[in-house]
């Protein structure tokens, strides 16, 4: 699938992540690996992790309100509020309505969105789709984990990999705009026991085996995910490419989902590109799931490496087994 969004801006972007740095080292301690293990393999050298009481709530809610105030939007002035996330506070109700009633924005409509690490891509299609409708209301989309607190830190495999932050854009609607030139959203649901979390919903409650058996942490089949990965990128690049009549060197720069610098790098040569055309801060994040195309592209705009008027493209991956991706113009 394959559209156009016209008219629709990003306003402002913000984005939060804890003061606690959790580096290679500090796992070194406790884990059956190495700094240079997971350097050469991830590419991540350091994550943040929340504290007890930082929650997916609140890093969603400093990273909303530094969006916010970029946009020069009151929370008044919102029709709609989507959090992407795969560790909302709680099951229900939505992290979204609770932010909802944390920022004042008493006119916003909410809900939780949850397909994983492709999940801010997923919100931003949805929330585009209804800037439109709710003009002159605008939309803020958010993607928030905390996923320290799902993470087996007894697990080399997974442990390394993930960290917590949040990342936020407000949308509006300008006719001047070109707005989305492409996206595309696909599934494969094959591919759902690649990457889970076992327990904790309808199918396996909690319970003291549930527990036992350490079924609330992230499982993962890392070798088969880096696979699909890389031949889903590449397939769902080339496809926005070409349904936005673009050559790949028309884009003035490609974030990717901050999964693992390898996959980044082999994207882009298999593009014929080179790393300038990207932005990557895996190193010091890890993977922060559906926070890391919103925190990569508020820090890749602080740093000047998009301007009004360039096309960047998004693309994201992971649980599901899921994918999507677009091209928008700023």
């Known amino acids: 699938m394959s559209r156009k969004i016209k008219g629709i801006e990003i306003l402002g972007t913000g984005h939060y992540v804890p003061e606690r740095v959790l580096t290679n080292h500090d796992l070194e301690r406790n884990l059956d690996t190495s700094n240079e293990w997971i350097v050469t393999r991830t590419g991540i050298r350091e994550r943040r992790i929340a504290k007890t009481n930082e929650t997916t709530l609140t890093m969603a809610y400093n ?19 989507i959090v992407a996330t795969a560790t909302p506070d709680m099951i229900f109700p939505a992290t979204a309505a609770q932010l909802q009633e944390k920022l004042g924005a008493k006119k916003a409509g909410a809900f939780d969105l949850s397909i994983g690490c492709t999940g801010f891509i997923y919100a931003l299609v949805t929330g585009a789709l209804y800037v439109k409708a709710l003009d002159p209301q605008k939309v803020l989309v958010v993607g928030a984990e905390k996923l320290s607190a799902i993470v087996d830190w007894d697990d080399r495999n997974t442990a390394v990999l993930f960290g ?59 070798k088969e995910v880096f696979k ?7 397939e769902s690049v080339q496809n926005l490419l070409h349904s936005a009549n673009l050559e790949p060197q028309e884009i003035d720069l490609y974030l990717f989902h901050q999964a693992n610098r390898r996959i980044i790098e082999s994207s882009l040569e298999r593009l014929g590109l080179g790393l300038e055309k ?52 700023f």
């Open 63 to 81: 990273a909303a309100q530094e969006a916010l105030k970029e946009a020069k939007v009151t929370p008044e002035e919102l029709g709609l509020i």
């Open 164 to 222: 917590d932050g949040a990342g936020a854009v407000v949308l509006g609607a300008n006719s001047q705009k070109a707005g989305i030139l492409a996206f595309e959203l696909g599934a494969d649901g094959s591919g759902a026991e690649l990457l889970k979390l076992p327990a904790g919903g309808s199918m396996l409650p909690s319970s003291h085996e549930t527990v036992a058996k350490k079924l609330h942490y992230i499982k993962m089949n890392g």
């Open 228 to 234: 699909f990965a890389v031949k889903k990128i590449e």
């Open 278 to 329: 990207t932005f990557i801060n895996i190193e010091r994040y890890g993977n922060t799931s559906a926070a890391s195309i919103p925190i990569a592209l508020n820090e890749a705009l602080h740093e000047k490496k998009l301007t009004k008027g360039d096309k960047v493209l998004l693309a994201g991956f992971g649980a599901g087994l899921a994918w999507g991706g677009l091209i928008l113009e």
